[in-house]
C-alpha cells in the first residue's frame, strides 16, 4: 500500500510537469508516458530497499527518485534548464500535499498506526485529493497565456528567482511529514495539522497566481516597448519618404526648368553653350535623376531613399524589382517592410570594410498570389543573439527591425527564413497575396 501511495506522488508529478510543457516535448507523448510509467516501476521495488537502509518509511525516500528523473525530464524537454527545474519543483510540490492529508487521516482513522502504513481508505483520500489538484491544473494551464513559458518572452533570471517560492514549500511540506503519530495524537494537532496543510495549499496556488501575473505584465511591458521602437521606426521611415517625394518633386521642377533651358539654347542655336550645359548636367545626372525601380511611387521612393543611403556608405544595391501595379497589400506595411530589410542589411554591411559591403535585394510576384522578397547581404556574423534570435546591429533597436518584418509577414500568412555563413545572412520570405 505504501508503494502504491508513493505512486500517488511520483506519476502525477510527472503528468503536471510534462503537461505543462506539452508545447515543448522533444519525445513523443507515447515514449514520455512509457518512460515514466517505466521508472515508476522500477522505482517500487527498489523504495523498500533505500527504505530499510535508511530507516526513512515515509514518502521522504522518494526524494531521490524525483531528482534522478529530472535528468530524463530534462532531457525530452525543450527549454532551458531554470525554467524547467521550476516546473519541475512546482509540480512536485503540489504532490506533496495529498501525501500529507493522507498521514492525517492515517493518524486519526487507525489508533494501531504508529507511523505510515497507509490501507485502501487512506489511499482513496490521497487518490480524490491527488485527482482534484491535476484536474485544477489541467483547467489552469489550458486557459492561462502560453507565452509565459516561451524563453524569448521573459529572461531566465526570472526564473531562478521564483525557483526559491516551491524550494521552500517543499521542505516545508517535509519537514511537517510525523515521524510517528503520538505527538499528534497525544496533543490532538489533527484540526491545527489539516488547517496549516489546506492554508499551505491555498499559499502555493496564491503565489503562483501571483507569479504568472507577474510575467505577464512584463511580456505586456516588452511587447509595449517594442510597439514603441517599432513606431519610432516606420515614423522616421515616413519622414524620409516624405523628404525623398519632396525631393522627386523638386528634382522634376528643375528637370522642367532644365528643358527649357535646353530649348531655348537650341532656339537661338547657340551650340557651344549647349555643349557645355549638357556636359555639366551630366556629371549631376546621378544625383537628380530618380531611378523607376517600380510603378508604385511611395515605394520607389522608399527603394530610392535606401539605395542612396547605401551608395553613401560604399554599398552598392543591387535592386531587381518586378511587381504589378497593384499589389494586394497595404501600402503602408510594405513600404514599412522593404525599409526595415534594407535598413537592417544596410547597418550589417556598415560593420564591415567598404570593400567586403554588398547588398542584393530580389522582390518579385509569381502565379499572381506569391510575393517572394530575398535579401542577401554582407556581414561580420555577429548578429545571433545567445539564445540564437537575430539581432539589430543597432543596440537601442535590438530585433525591432526583424520583430516588424515577422508581423507583417505573419499578417499574411506567410514565411520567413534566414539562412546565415560566416560572411553573408540571407533573407527569404514568401508571402500570400489572395
Not at 17 to 39: D, H, N, P, T
Not at 125 to 154: K, M
Amino acid at each position: 500500500m505504501n508503494s502504491l501511495s508513493a505512486s500517488l506522488m511520483l506519476l502525477p508529478t510527472f503528468f503536471l510537469a510534462y503537461y505543462v510543457l506539452r508545447g515543448y516535448l522533444k519525445w513523443s507523448r507515447y515514449l514520455i508516458a512509457a518512460a515514466c510509467f517505466g521508472y515508476a516501476a522500477l522505482a517500487f521495488p527498489v523504495l523498500s530497499v533505500v527504505q530499510e537502509t535508511t530507516g526513512i518509511h515515509d514518502n521522504r525516500a522518494m526524494l531521490p527518485f524525483f531528482a534522478v528523473f529530472f535528468a530524463v525530464f530534462l532531457f525530452s524537454t525543450d527549454l532551458p534548464f531554470g525554467r524547467s527545474l521550476v516546473i519541475y519543483l512546482w509540480s512536485a510540490v503540489f504532490m506533496t500535499f495529498p501525501s500529507n492529508a493522507a498521514y492525517i487521516v492515517d493518524a486519526i482513522t487507525h489508533d494501531d498506526h504508529d507511523r505510515m502504513n497507509f490501507g485502501p481508505d487512506v489511499l482513496f483520500i490521497q487518490a480524490v485529493i491527488t485527482f482534484g489538484i491535476c484536474g485544477g491544473v489541467y483547467i489552469a494551464t489550458n486557459l492561462w497565456d502560453s507565452r509565459v513559458l516561451a524563453p524569448e518572452h521573459s529572461p531566465e533570471s526570472i526564473w531562478y528567482s521564483w525557483m526559491s517560492v516551491p524550494v521552500l514549500f517543499l521542505a516545508m511540506n517535509i519537514a511537517m511529514i510525523p515521524a510517528d503519530y503520538h505527538a499528534i495524537r497525544a496533543f490532538k494537532l489533527y484540526r491545527l495539522y489539516a488547517l496549516f496543510t489546506v492554508c499551505l495549499l491555498l499559499l502555493y496556488i496564491y503565489l503562483t497566481a501571483i507569479f504568472y501575473s507577474f510575467i505577464l505584465e512584463y511580456i505586456h511591458i516588452r511587447e509595449f516597448e517594442a510597439a514603441e521602437h517599432i513606431h519610432d521606426i516606420q515614423s522616421l521611415q515616413f519622414k524620409n519618404l516624405q523628404e525623398q517625394m519632396a525631393q522627386d518633386s523638386r528634382t522634376r521642377h528643375d528637370f522642367k526648368h532644365t528643358l527649357h533651358v535646353l530649348t531655348r539654347l537650341a532656339a537661338s542655336e547657340n551650340w557651344e553653350e549647349l555643349k557645355q550645359y549638357l556636359s555639366n548636367f551630366a556629371v549631376h545626372a546621378d544625383n537628380i535623376i530618380v531611378k523607376n525601380y517600380c510603378s508604385n511611387p511611395a515605394l520607389n521612393a522608399v527603394l530610392n531613399y535606401y539605395a542612396a543611403k547605401g551608395e553613401e556608405n560604399g554599398i552598392a544595391a543591387e535592386l531587381q524589382i518586378d511587381l504589378p501595379d497593384e499589389l494586394m497589400i497595404d501600402n503602408i506595411e510594405f513600404c514599412s517592410l522593404l525599409g526595415n530589410i534594407m535598413e537592417n542589411a544596410i547597418n550589417a554591411c556598415l560593420a564591415l570594410p567598404e570593400e567586403k559591403r554588398r547588398l542584393s535585394i530580389s522582390v518579385q510576384v509569381k502565379n499572381f498570389v506569391n510575393l517572394y522578397i530575398v535579401s542577401t547581404n554582407s556581414y561580420d556574423g555577429s548578429l545571433a543573439d545567445s539564445d540564437g534570435t537575430y539581432m539589430s546591429s543597432k543596440p537601442e533597436h535590438k530585433g525591432i527591425g526583424l520583430r516588424s518584418i515577422g508581423e507583417t509577414v505573419d499578417k499574411y500568412k506567410g514565411t520567413m527564413r534566414i539562412e546565415t555563413d560566416d560572411e553573408e545572412f540571407r533573407l527569404d520570405i514568401v508571402m500570400k497575396l489572395a
